[in-house]
């Protein structure tokens, strides 16, 4: 009953409970049996949890609700069983340290039979005084932070394990030396043994490329067949890409989402990369990376450079699939495959990824208004089966008119504990869902913590409009350059319910933010910025 002085200067409701406890004894004769003392001290506690436990008693917590239950704690701890309510902490140590009976603190005529029990029954006290002893260890500070770290393991995003790149800075200087062979080394010339011309990989006609991706590279939805740059960490392939990305003093990445109203890229997005590259020559080729970033898969993206006469060897990466997949060239020295995947990507964006359940999920949640009230069974969407891959969900649009917005598709999936990135594209055509850290914006700070490369040396080209992840790419510290007229249609339409703020209200100017004209115009834009 806790320490006290006069019951005339207790509070109402605690001197009423220790008058009624006096009357009990009385009324039962149990002097000499009950200690009631009106003060103990701290060492006194477990002389008297012993003393219980010696005669073998029981000790009982009948409170209407009790937060923790440190007392339960000591009691276990000296051997003794328990009866406590069961309401509140109790339970949870009842679970864990299995010593004793949980009864309703509004009965108590449960409480007489589990004390009546446990005293009666001389078996089941020892059985709940061994589980106390042997289970209390679950209650110490040793265990508790050992259970803390173990749930922080298995909560925490699991980084993969990248070799390390500082050998890179020690060697800086030699790599540097060695720029002026690579010119000698990209022309690959390599004599025949038997007669058979041997040619570099950078000699591959167009068709001949699409074969060694279709072959090797992301084809399959399980990664299987797939050239990953996880295979090559520990070779000559990882040292050269490193060694290349990271003298990139500037990147200038190409995220311009202009497309037919089939969904096909139309010659913008060529003509800005031809003006790029002109642009690129003046502010110095070798130090300026280029970066494509696209909703298309990379066969579509490979077609389409093709199709413009432009190698993808002149790009240090390509962004695909909006950002679910990652693909570096190889230079004039790398036999094999053309493209490599970057497998560490995958493993990074793989936190939480729902896969296959989750396209279970979708495929219950994508339908119109009007199958909702039955007056149709036609759906706005449809699975793309050609173009999905291991990390990216991909949908053909039928009817964009009736297509759920950005935001009812999240709320969705939220509200079945999925969290991922959805994605309307390609003119309102494909829709792609993606892990929640994937996005052609994460993508750059990807590379960022991957390869070392500054995001404030990063110039990113955009559309006034585009894909619905367009917002997330005029954010952040790298320069941004909007070029208008170069995107005619975009996906605004399907970002946001009507109630949310629109396009317009976005603020697209800023100290990041440079505006061109026209596609002509880019490189005097990216001059404003220095």
């Given at each position: 009953?806790?320490?006290?002085d006069?019951?005339?200067?207790?509070?109402?409701?605690?001197?009423?409970?220790?008058?009624?406890?006096?009357?009990?004894?009385?009324?039962?004769?149990?002097?000499?049996?009950?200690?009631?003392?009106?003060?103990?001290?701290?060492?006194?506690?477990?002389?008297?949890?012993?003393?219980?436990?010696?005669?073998?008693?029981?000790?009982?917590n009948?409170a209407?609700?009790?937060?923790?239950?440190?007392?339960?704690?000591e009691?276990?701890?000296h051997g003794?069983?328990?009866?406590?309510?069961?309401?509140?902490?109790?339970?949870?140590?009842?679970?864990a340290?299995?010593?004793?009976?949980?009864?309703?603190?509004?009965n108590?005529?449960?409480?007489?039979?589990?004390?009546?029990?446990?005293?009666?029954?001389r078996?089941?006290?020892?059985?709940?005084?061994?589980?106390?002893?042997?289970?209390?260890?679950?209650?110490?500070?040793?265990?508790?932070?050992?259970t803390?770290l173990?749930?922080?393991?298995?909560?925490?995003?699991?980084h993969?394990?990248?070799?390390?790149?500082?050998?890179l800075?020690?060697?800086?200087?030699?790599?540097?030396?060695?720029?002026?062979?690579?010119?000698?080394?990209?022309?690959?010339?390599?004599?025949?043994?038997?007669?058979?011309?041997?040619?570099s990989?950078?000699?591959?006609?167009?068709?001949?490329l699409?074969?060694?991706?279709?072959?090797?590279?992301g084809?399959?939805?399980?990664?299987?067949?797939?050239?990953g740059?996880?295979?090559?960490?520990?070779?000559?392939?990882?040292?050269?890409k490193i060694?290349?990305?990271?003298?990139?003093?500037?990147?200038?990445?190409?995220?311009?989402?202009?497309?037919?109203?089939s969904?096909?890229?139309?010659?913008?997005?060529?003509?800005?990369?031809?003006?790029?590259?002109?642009?690129?020559?003046?502010?110095?080729?070798?130090?300026?990376?280029?970066i494509?970033?696209?909703?298309?898969?990379?066969?579509e993206?490979?077609?389409?450079?093709?199709?413009?006469?432009?190698?993808?060897?002149?790009?240090?990466?390509?962004?695909?699939?909006?950002?679910s997949?990652?693909?570096?060239?190889?230079?004039?020295?790398?036999?094999?495959?053309?493209?490599?995947?970057?497998?560490?990507?995958y493993?990074?964006?793989?936190?939480?990824?729902?896969?296959?359940?989750?396209?279970?999920?979708?495929?219950?949640?994508?339908?119109?208004p009007e199958?909702?009230?039955?007056?149709?069974?036609?759906?706005?969407?449809?699975?793309?089966?050609?173009?999905?891959n291991?990390?990216?969900?991909?949908y053909?649009?039928?009817?964009?008119?009736?297509a759920?917005?950005?935001?009812?598709v999240?709320?969705?999936?939220?509200?079945r504990?999925?969290?991922?990135?959805?994605?309307?594209?390609?003119?309102?055509?494909?829709?792609?869902?993606?892990?929640?850290?994937a996005s052609?914006s994460?993508?750059?700070?990807?590379?960022?913590?991957?390869?070392g490369?500054?995001?404030?040396?990063?110039?990113?080209?955009?559309?006034?409009?585009?894909?619905?992840?367009?917002?997330?790419?005029?954010?952040?510290?790298h320069?941004?350059?909007?070029?208008?007229?170069?995107?005619?249609?975009?996906?605004?339409?399907?970002?946001?319910?009507?109630?949310?703020?629109?396009?317009?209200?976005?603020?697209?100017?800023?100290?990041?933010?440079?505006m061109?004209?026209?596609?002509a115009?880019?490189?005097?834009?990216?001059?404003?910025?220095s």
């Amino acid at each position: 009953m806790g320490n006290r002085d006069d019951i005339d200067m207790m509070s109402g409701g605690n001197a009423e409970v220790l008058v009624q406890v006096l009357k009990l004894i009385d009324k039962y004769d149990l002097y000499g049996q009950v200690a009631y003392p009106k003060h103990h001290k701290q060492a006194d506690v477990p002389k008297i949890y012993r003393l219980a436990a010696k005669t073998k008693g029981v000790f009982v917590n009948p409170a209407l609700a009790e937060p923790f239950g440190l007392t339960l704690i000591e009691a276990a701890a000296h051997g003794l069983p328990m009866v406590a309510t069961k309401n509140g902490g109790a339970v949870d140590i009842q679970k864990a340290l299995s010593n004793g009976i949980l009864v309703d603190p509004h009965n108590p005529k449960e409480i007489s039979d589990a004390l009546l029990k446990l005293v009666a029954d001389r078996d089941l006290w020892t059985e709940c005084r061994r589980n106390g002893l042997q289970n209390i260890h679950l209650y110490s500070w040793p265990e508790h932070c050992r259970t803390y770290l173990s749930r922080i393991a298995q909560c925490r995003m699991r980084h993969p394990q990248w070799q390390s790149d500082n050998f890179l800075d020690e060697n800086n200087d030699a790599d540097l030396r060695g720029d002026s062979l690579l010119d000698i080394r990209n022309k690959s010339f390599l004599f025949p043994l038997e007669g058979d011309k041997l040619t570099s990989s950078n000699s591959k006609s167009p068709a001949g490329l699409l074969k060694v991706i279709e072959e090797c590279g992301g084809k399959d939805s399980n990664g299987d067949s797939v050239s990953g740059m996880g295979e090559k960490n520990n070779g000559m392939y990882y040292n050269r890409k490193i060694a290349g990305l990271r003298r990139r003093t500037k990147l200038i990445v190409i995220a311009v989402d202009s497309y037919d109203s089939s969904g096909q890229p139309d010659d913008m997005a060529l003509r800005v990369i031809n003006c790029i590259k002109a642009a690129r020559n003046d502010i110095g080729a070798r130090t300026t990376g280029l970066i494509l970033s696209t909703a298309l898969s990379v066969k579509e993206a490979v077609n389409m450079l093709s199709c413009g006469g432009i190698s993808v060897h002149e790009f240090d990466c390509l962004i695909v699939s909006s950002g679910s997949e990652l693909y570096y060239p190889s230079s004039g020295e790398d036999a094999g495959s053309d493209l490599h995947v970057d497998a560490d990507y995958y493993s990074h964006i793989d936190y939480r990824w729902g896969g296959e359940g989750l396209r279970r999920t979708l495929g219950t949640i994508f339908y119109t208004p009007e199958q909702e009230g039955g007056r149709s069974a036609e759906r706005a969407v449809s699975e793309d089966e050609e173009r999905v891959n291991s990390h990216c969900l991909a949908y053909k649009v039928l009817r964009p008119e009736a297509a759920s917005t950005v935001d009812e598709v999240r709320w969705r999936l939220r509200q079945r504990g999925l969290r991922c990135h959805v994605i309307y594209c390609q003119n309102e055509t494909r829709m792609h869902v993606i892990p929640l850290l994937a996005s052609r914006s994460q993508a750059l700070r990807y590379l960022f913590v991957r390869w070392g490369l500054d995001v404030a040396n990063m110039f990113v080209i955009v559309g006034e409009t585009g894909d619905t992840d367009h917002e997330e790419l005029l954010s952040g510290t790298h320069k941004t350059v909007v070029v208008k007229g170069a995107v005619m249609s975009g996906c605004d339409k399907l970002l946001r319910v009507s109630s949310n703020y629109a396009r317009g209200e976005v603020t697209a100017e800023g100290p990041y933010i440079s505006m061109a004209e026209n596609v002509a115009n880019i490189g005097a834009a990216m001059s404003r910025f220095s």
